[in-house]
């Protein structure tokens, strides 16, 4: 089975600190740029995200509606109260 590699040229502007981390890949694996790069990237993609709970805290605004009546809604958004 033959796989083909794509490659592609490009400019990217990398900070200090990912400039850092890509030189001290370079220098622990004897890596190329691209390939140290590639390699970082790779792992970033590969942790898993945080997944966050989000939380609905209501807080009492002092109108009493019964949101379930559209209409009721309205009149009391376009209400000058």
């Not at 796989?3 to 001290?24: G, I, S």
């Not at 790069?37 to 939380?55: F, I, Q």
């Amino acid at each position: 089975m033959m796989r083909y590699r794509r490659t592609m040229r490009t400019t990217v502007n990398l900070d200090d600190d990912v400039f850092a981390a890509v030189q001290k890949r370079r220098q622990a694996t004897g890596a190329g740029l691209s390939e140290a790069v590639n390699e970082l990237v790779r792992e970033g993609m590969a942790k898993p995200r945080p997944k966050w709970d989000y939380v609905n805290t209501p807080a009492s605004i002092g109108i009493r509606i019964d949101v379930t009546n559209i209409g009721e809604v309205l009149d009391v958004l376009d209400s000058d109260h």
